[in-house]
């Protein structure tokens, strides 16, 4: 009698500490997604515009698992392919059963911002269907409980936001799973957060001249760069999102500087609007200084009233903790002026 009471007493409080985390619905995903041809349509030469997975992505830091299924051939599952910007590689847990209870970390995800997770091992159909894919997901922050992430068996990217928090480090851990046709593995192909940001001190260019993005709010209205004929048009802004970032890029010309996330796109000559991360990792340059000389950016000259294109004199990666904002979207329009900068909604 007293070891059923007790048993009663652990069922019935667990039950009540689960009940008291909040559960989430991802929204998204599709039925079936192919990505080399996706792919193929950034590889068209006449194409001038970011890469699908570098512009506004915000990848983590780390990625930690508890368990990794072997290699088998030239494959890896590690937890590092859950943020290498590539749907064909995917971490897999390495347990025989259905790997309830495993799990992945990985670092700072903002609650202001949506988080896109790739279900499956998504390198194709077949296999996405024949591997497991998780139902639900326990999410804890620094170890504490935060809510449970229901997601649908769907490819594709499948986006949810973290309710708020302060936490550094967010474990996933497998509750239940879709099961594969063939295998038990189960599979998440990726994970990141649309990122792009700007510093809390940038001005952007409206009616009242300038205002500071950090004082942009819905309805406000700014201005948006027509690329096609170079005239400037009235804009308001639809929406918008803060988040903290903890590393920025200080990039200049001979007339501008901005400080933004790695990700955030410009407007550059002859590769259309990209990243300058995307673009280091396109030229295969070490270091960000080495773009420095390379490339052209498009400013807008407010005195001339016209668009030129400026070469980058300087850039250096700042570490720390940043207020970061961004425009979301625009009624009419994709482009503002940032600090001169010609950039873009995303």
Known sequence: MKYFILSSFFILTSNVISAQIPTIYANGGESRVNWDEIMSEYEDPNYEGPTFWEVCIMVPENAYASSTLRPQG???YNAKNLKDYDPNTAWVEGKSDYGIGEYFEVDYLSASVNTLIYNGYQRSYTSWKNNSR???FKIYGDKSPI???VLSDKMGGQSF?????????FRFEIVSVY???KWKDVAISEIHQRGCCFNSNTKILNL??????????TGNEIYSLDLKTDEMKISKVTQSAKQTHHTLLKASTEDHTVELTPSHPLHIKDHGLVSLHALKKAYKFADYQELIGEIEILVWDNEKQKSEYQKLVQIEKIN???ETYTILQLEKGKTYIANGFVTSVY
């Open 74 to 76: 030239r494959y890896n």
């Open 134 to 136: 998780v139902k639900k």
């Open 147 to 149: 809510c449970y992430l």
């Open 161 to 169: 936001k973290i309710p708020e928090n302060n936490y550094e480090i």
């Open 179 to 181: 099961e594969g046709d």
């Open 208 to 217: 009242e001249s300038h205002r500071s993005i950090h004082q942009i709010q």
């Open 320 to 322: 720390g903790e940043f």
